[in-house]
């Protein structure tokens, strides 16, 4: 997953190594309250600019992309007979 839509944005998936790109970008971190408590997930709000500019979205996506591709992988659950 390298994106997602949630409260009305588009939010790219980050990392230690994006985190500065974003951060110069002024681009918030994801953050949502559950159970009276607020939690985070490593998604950044993609860009101003990015809902109109295919280079800029393509740019910015695709460092949604890499820093999915740097995650560890998930390995599949057995299915119980």
Do not use: Q
């Amino acid at each position: 997953v390298f994106a997602i839509v949630a409260m009305d944005a588009l939010w790219f998936k980050a990392d230690k190594a994006s985190d500065a790109t974003w951060d110069a970008a002024g681009c918030e971190k994801f953050t949502y309250e559950m159970n009276g408590k607020t939690g985070s997930m490593n998604y950044r709000r993609a860009a101003d600019g990015v809902h109109d500019d295919a280079e800029e979205l393509r740019r910015w996506g695709g460092l949604g992309v890499e820093a999915g591709l740097r995650g560890p992988v998930k390995k599949k659950r057995e299915k119980k007979p």
